[in-house]
T-cell receptor, first 113, second 113 residues
């Protein structure tokens, strides 16, 4: 069974530029999550989707971050404009449902210069 | 609010030594508790979990017991191996329809020969 796929794996941009990350969850998984993991910290949930609807986006900085999950499968996370403090690893995870085990992708390491 | 506190690393042990990584949590209700592991260059993987008080989660020689009275979920292994070198994250999952995982800051384990 294929795992959660993410791309790109690495991205370096300058501040004020925009960037987008892509996630393909495990087939059949209805719930999709985006986490931000700053160096030396644990992952922090940014947004959770159930199919193509948002369940929790309380910690998403909505002035610069946006996410969508069209057709309830793939998802994209965008940052525009990026700030230095956005440097982190962005993790995507998926699960069959809201109470099932979450499976994590390898993450995208973002460096903002 | 909900939080997870785990011992700071790095923890350096010789092979076959006994491992304890402490984890305590604050949460409302009766959360599920998890230990995730992140090997170098890889994504987060679920190591073990416990869903109610006094449950013991175990996997690959690792164990952790859900202690509601002390709000703790300490990770233990009787004899570590070099291959156990990784970062370990304690986490809890809130109750209710949202399944947000709250992570600790992670503890790096380095096992030497």
């Amino acid at each position: 069974e294929a795992g959660v796929a993410q791309s790109p794996r690495y991205k370096i941009i300058e501040k004020r530029q925009s960037v987008a990350f892509w996630c393909n969850p495990i087939s059949g998984h209805a719930t999709l999550y985006w986490y931000q993991q700053i160096l030396g910290q644990g992952p922090k949930l940014l947004i959770q989707f159930q199919n193509n609807g948002v369940v929790d986006d309380s910690q998403l900085p909505k002035d610069r971050f946006s996410a969508e999950r069209l057709k309830g499968v793939d998802s994209t996370l965008k940052i525009q404009p990026a700030k230095l403090e956005d440097s982190a690893v962005y993790l995507c995870a998926s699960s069959l449902g809201v109470r099932n085990e979450q499976f994590f992708g390898p993450g995208t390491r973002l460096t903002v210069l | 609010g909900n939080s997870v506190t785990q011992m700071e690393g790095p923890v350096t042990l010789s092979e076959e030594a006994f491992l304890t990584i402490n984890c305590t949590y604050t949460a409302t209700g009766y959360p599920s508790l998890f230990w995730y592991v992140q090997y170098p260059g890889e994504g987060l993987q679920l190591l073990l979990k416990a869903t109610k008080a006094d449950d013991k989660g175990s996997n690959k020689g690792f164990e952790a017991t859900y202690r509601k009275e002390t709000t703790s979920f300490h990770l233990e292994k009787g004899s570590v191996q070099v291959s156990d070198s990784a970062v370990y994250f304690c986490a809890h999952q809130s109750t209710g329809t949202a399944s947000k995982l709250t992570f600790g800051t992670g503890t790096r384990l380095q096992v030497t020969l």
